[in-house]
């Protein structure tokens, strides 16, 4: 590997616990830094790159992660994410103009910015239809749309007093959920109940949602959604099954890990290089020809399920049985760029 010292933003349960540890591991020099403080600038000096997993729930990070890093990249020196791969981040409308800007197989996907263009799709189309927010994961903010009316009231709230970017009573549903199948300890649902009253900071700092409305086609007769991670040249992945009486996938921890199709395969690497992304985690979900189309994208993702899969593919489709290190990855490729 070349001489290159990193600068690592370091936050407890975040990809920079596997950064540090294979930093160490493969006597790769790197520093501690933190982004927070004013003289991040000054602290880069003797540094070649700068590691960051910025996360959309952390609102100071919605504040200047991508802006920090871009004008990090600018300057000549490295980042992870770098801007091909981060501007998108938690953001679905985004998403769906980059994909759609180069024909990836995509779930069509509606935008409006004024009401009375909303309403008046409306009126022109079937349901159901699926509704979401432009952000958040784990299906927060996901809605399924059974007819004009429910659609009707949302626009409605879309160019009214708009949504908060915390579902208090739906976390409560989604924890108890998760207790019930023995995912989630008892005390989860206590915190959840305090959280309506206390709220997570982003929410109070960030304020409504509103101004927008996003739909997108709902694709019947999908008990699951394939989650597909690319890093450079090595994918992986797993099925995430249906919640239960559900038609959403995001966010279950159902995971079941059988082979991925190479359909699938062969248009997460193609995607992610047209896009020049460098770490990439695919929603696909089938439509009724049984195409894989894309649901979102994200340079970030979850842990708990994929860290389980069994081993991973090349760009070349061959597979590899055995442990791997994602976040190792992460660092070999930035050294090597």
Not at 310 to 321: A, F, I, R, T, V
């Amino acid at each position: 590997m070349k001489s290159i010292k990193l600068a690592i933003h370091h936050r407890a349960g975040s990809f920079s616990e596997q950064w540090i540890a294979y930093c160490r591991e493969k006597k790769i020099p790197f520093k501690i830094v933190n982004c927070y403080h004013s003289d991040i600038i000054q602290q880069l000096q003797d540094c070649d790159a700068l590691m960051w997993h910025h996360d959309f729930t952390v609102y100071q990070d919605l504040l200047f992660a991508k802006e920090l890093l871009f004008s990090i990249q600018h300057s000549g020196k490295k980042v992870f994410p770098d801007f091909h791969s981060t501007w998108h981040y938690d953001d679905k409308i985004g998403q769906k103009y980059l994909l759609e800007s180069i024909g990836a197989p995509v779930i069509p996907t509606y935008v409006f910015y004024d009401k009375k263009s909303a309403l008046t799709w409306i009126r022109d189309v079937t349901f159901p239809k699926v509704f979401k927010l432009k952000g958040g994961s784990g299906a927060r903010n996901v809605r399924l749309v059974k007819n004009q009316r429910q659609a009707r009231k949302l626009v409605n709230r879309c160019f009214g007093r708009g949504f908060s970017q915390y579902n208090k009573f739906g976390s409560i549903k989604e924890r108890i959920r998760r207790f019930r199948e023995g995912k989630a300890p008892f005390y989860r649902i206590l915190t959840g109940i305090g959280r309506v009253f206390i709220v997570p900071e982003k929410a109070r700092m960030v304020g409504a949602e509103k101004g927008y409305a996003y739909f997108q086609e709902f694709i019947p007769n999908n008990d699951y959604d394939i989650r597909l991670i690319v890093i450079g040249d090595k994918a992986y992945g797993m099925k995430r099954m249906n919640r239960k009486n559900d038609f959403r996938a995001s966010g279950s921890a159902n995971f079941v890990y059988d082979p991925i199709p190479p359909r699938v395969l062969k248009i997460a690497f193609e995607t992610s290089e047209k896009l020049k992304l460098q770490s990439v985690a695919f929603d696909f979900v089938y439509d009724e020809e049984r195409n894989p189309l894309i649901v979102e994208i994200s340079y970030c993702f979850g842990t708990k399920g994929s860290s389980k899969c069994p081993g991973y593919w090349d760009k070349d489709l061959n597979w590899y049985e055995g442990q791997f290190d994602p976040q190792g990855w992460m660092v070999e490729n930035l050294i090597k760029q």
